[in-house]
């Protein structure tokens, strides 16, 4: 049975396929339309979703709210963002991307104004919360699409540059949000990004589609003659949500062992770009614009790594895995360095944010594809929303966790918790170290 949706979000049906020569001409021009705008797109979720974090000292010095309060705020909506993330996943996957994600960003965009427009802290609570949940319309629709558009042999170095939407919209943000709050104050964190939010909205309406089929072009494995190794085609047709949760999710043991590691990688992606600013002006006498620039340089440095990590995955086999736990080894080493860098070198605390953006940012990519090799192009929304929902269940840890040990017991004491929480996620990768989409194929064949 399939999941009922509302009716402008249902995905567009296949057509008659358009003439050879049209198929040459217009297939290459919308996968790259389709990723250009998928990677706009996301990048702009992260304006409306990131933006809180670089503002978190200056509202609390302004609404008196302690450190305990602000990490409430991060780890509700952290727990809101996983659950968002699954939920609506799942309901990308039977949804059109042209009007679902661009739907996400206009009730993201409003989350931000209202936010922006009252001071009561249990009214701030509920609306980033509500905030982290509309936010997991962003990553769904971005999967669909490219899983669609995108074939097996090619994820890895895609899927890598599409990814640096992460670290260009999370970099941006960290610079438009300090500067901003420089000139405007704190309202201006949540109005200016909102109303970029609403611009992103539109310009997605003009450039996104939904399937290949839908505008008359062949499937992907078609047009790039790339069949899975068992002789099989992925199955065209859409699901129904109880085999999505079911039969594509919950009975692969591999998602829940990537999901694990996710949820150790998690921690050691946000805990800097969460409390870094505000433990580097604390501990490190830091400003606020050098705050910016500390998230800045977490979110650019991963760039040319994320890119580099992809495309070596593609030319390992397909084994994400075993290149996630290289890079997290890094990411270990730069935490140990920041519990012990001198409190007046600032800016040895910057190259180690940089270094530890650098080697993270592969694993968050690699994980997610992992979640399309393991499934199904028809489930990678609900798939990656499961891995993602772990992910997300351990920055809800991380961000009521390092608060409240920095503020009970010293920053040396929420370092010390990061790097374990690293090691714990080092051990899990050492698990999936053979594993690939090519020697261990998970996903139902189509009739």
């Not at 705008?37 to 974090?53: C, D, E, H, K, M």
């Not at 790339?226 to 009975?251: C, F, H, M, Q, S």
């Not at 614009?289 to 998230?295: F, H, L, R, V, W």
């Not at 920055?395 to 409240?404: A, N, P, S």
Request: hydrophobic letters at 45%.
């Amino acid at each position: 049975m399939k999941g009922w949706n509302l009716p402008f979000l249902k995905p567009s049906a296949h057509i008659a396929q358009l003439p050879e020569e049209e198929v040459k001409r217009k297939y290459p021009q919308l996968r790259w339309q389709i990723l250009e705008s998928t990677f706009i797109g996301y990048a702009t979720f992260y304006l409306v979703r990131n933006n809180l974090p670089v503002v978190s000292m200056e509202i609390g010095k302004s609404l008196h709210y302690s450190k305990g309060q602000i990490g409430d705020m991060l780890a509700l909506t952290a727990i809101a963002y996983g659950v968002g993330k699954f939920v609506m996943g799942t309901w990308s996957d039977q949804s059109n991307p042209r009007y679902f994600m661009p739907l996400g960003l206009l009730l993201t965009a409003l989350c931000n104004f209202a936010f922006a427009g009252v001071s009561s802290y249990q009214m701030h609570l509920a609306l980033w919360t509500l905030n982290g949940l509309v936010q997991g319309m962003g990553w769904g629709p971005c999967g669909r699409s490219l899983g669609h558009w995108y074939s097996i042999r090619e994820r890895g170095t895609v899927f890598a540059f599409w990814n640096i939407a992460h670290n260009v919209g999370g970099g941006l943000t960290g610079l438009i949000v300090a500067y901003s709050t420089v000139l405007l104050g704190w309202h201006s964190a949540f109005y200016v990004p909102g109303i970029l939010a609403i611009l992103c909205a539109i310009y997605l309406l003009l450039r996104l589609r939904d399937t290949p089929q839908s505008v008359g072009l062949p499937s992907i494995e078609e047009y790039r003659n790339d069949y899975p190794k068992t002789g099989n085609a992925e199955r065209e047709d859409e699901l129904g949500t109880r085999e999505l949760l079911v039969d594509y999710i919950l009975k692969n043991r591999y998602l829940w062992l990537f999901a694990g590691a996710n949820f150790f990688v998690y921690i050691a992606r946000y805990a800097m770009l969460d409390w870094g600013p505000t433990y580097l002006k604390e501990v490190k006498h830091a400003s606020l614009g050098e705050g910016g620039i500390s998230t800045a340089m977490l979110e650019f440095s991963g760039i040319f790594s994320t890119i580099l990590m992809g495309w070596l995955s593609d030319k390992v086999g397909g084994r994400r895995g075993m290149v996630s736990l290289l890079c997290m080894i890094p990411v270990f080493l730069s935490f140990i360095g920041i519990l012990y860098a001198p409190d007046d070198k600032l800016w040895l605390d910057l190259v180690l944010f940089g270094i530890i953006g650098f080697f993270i940012y592969p694993p968050v990519m690699l994980l997610g594809v992992t979640a399309l090799d393991f499934s199904s192009k028809k489930a990678v929304g609900t798939a990656a929303g499961f891995v993602g929902l772990f992910g997300y269940l351990g920055r809800t840890l991380e961000g009521k966790g390092i608060g409240t040990l920095a503020e009970l017991y010293g920053w040396n004491s929420a370092i010390s918790a990061i790097v374990i929480s690293t090691f714990l996620g080092i051990a899990l990768l050492s698990l999936t170290w053979k594993l690939s989409p090519r020697n261990a194929r998970v996903v139902k064949a189509g009739n």
